[in-house]
């Protein structure tokens, strides 16, 4: 990750002028910040990983450059959270992105699924973006001043990833019977994932004023999410929910793909430098 490009990523100068601004260091010393930073940077880097699959393979130039863009500043997102993680325990991000294995992760399991055709990767961003934004728009506000730095940062660019994903739904949903017909199964296959983004973990309750609980953005996504497909005229899906526990480390059997892909070129050379 270090010789990524750096899009969206919150420096260290941005975290010393939080702290300064907030009038306090800007980092806690409790591990339960450094397991919730990683969640959340679990899920940026998992999404921009996916994302990436697109590159030379969009339906469209334009879409080719704008996924590409959305990954990378996922990756950002992903970097910070990363960095801040892993500075309780003396690690990098690098670490954490390529030397940890599957039950290590906490990401949940909509990040990871497969990108399927168009429809079934806009109906996964259109939930990942409006999860994200919620959550963003209100870790802005944390008492952690690093992670509301984060915040502050990402949820200006997630408004764009969730305006992205809103006028692809629209448009493959009012065009074509074909494109339609995708839309509506690529949102009841996304739909299973859904509950694990909501659900309160004993990890949240002990960061009061920290974390975000998950619960608490539930109505806001569903007040989002219903009026757009309303809009798409189109019905929120119902059935059945994934036994998803991400957050605890119980991962869809996907996810070890998409690190063995990840992960390689690191391992196969370690400490490379480039």
């Known amino acids: 990750m270090s010789a990524a490009d750096p899009h969206g990523d919150v420096t260290v100068a941005h975290v010393a002028l939080a702290a300064e601004l907030a009038g306090g260091d800007s980092r806690a010393t409790t591990a339960d910040v450094a397991e919730y930073a990683l969640w959340l940077g679990d899920d940026a880097l998992v999404l921009s990983q996916r994302l990436a699959g697109w590159v030379a393979r969009a339906p469209e130039l334009e879409e080719d450059v704008a996924l590409a863009n959305i990954a990378l500043d996922l990756l950002g997102h992903a970097r910070s959270l990363l960095r801040y993680a892993s500075s309780f325990d003396g690690r990098t991000e690098d670490d954490l992105a390529y030397w940890r294995d599957e039950p290590e992760f906490r990401s949940a399991w909509l990040f990871v699924q497969p990108n399927g055709d168009?429809?079934?990767?806009?109906?996964?961003?259109?939930v990942a973006a409006s999860y994200q934004y919620e959550l963003y728009a209100r870790l802005a506000g944390s008492a952690d001043a690093t992670l509301a730095a984060i915040a502050d940062k990402a949820v200006r660019e997630v408004e764009y990833h969730r305006d992205h994903a809103v006028q692809w739904t629209l448009r493959l949903a009012g065009g074509?019977?074909?494109?339609?017909?995708?839309?509506?199964?690529?949102?009841?296959?996304t739909w299973p994932y859904v509950d694990e983004l909501f659900r309160d973990e004993p990890l949240v309750a002990r960061l009061p004023g920290v974390a975000v609980a998950p619960s608490a953005l539930r109505e806001p996504f569903d007040r989002v999410i219903g009026a757009v497909l309303a809009e798409a005229d189109l019905e929120v899906p119902a059935?059945?929910?994934?036994?998803?526990g991400g957050r605890r480390g119980v991962h869809d059997p996907e996810l070890g793909f998409l690190l063995a892909e990840m992960q390689v070129l690191a391992r196969r050379h370690p400490g490379a430098t480039w």
């Open 176 to 189: 074509t019977d074909e494109s339609r017909r995708r839309m509506i199964r690529a949102l009841a296959d």
């Open 239 to 244: 059935g059945s929910v994934s036994s998803a």
């Open 118 to 126: 168009f429809a079934r990767t806009i109906a996964r961003q259109l």
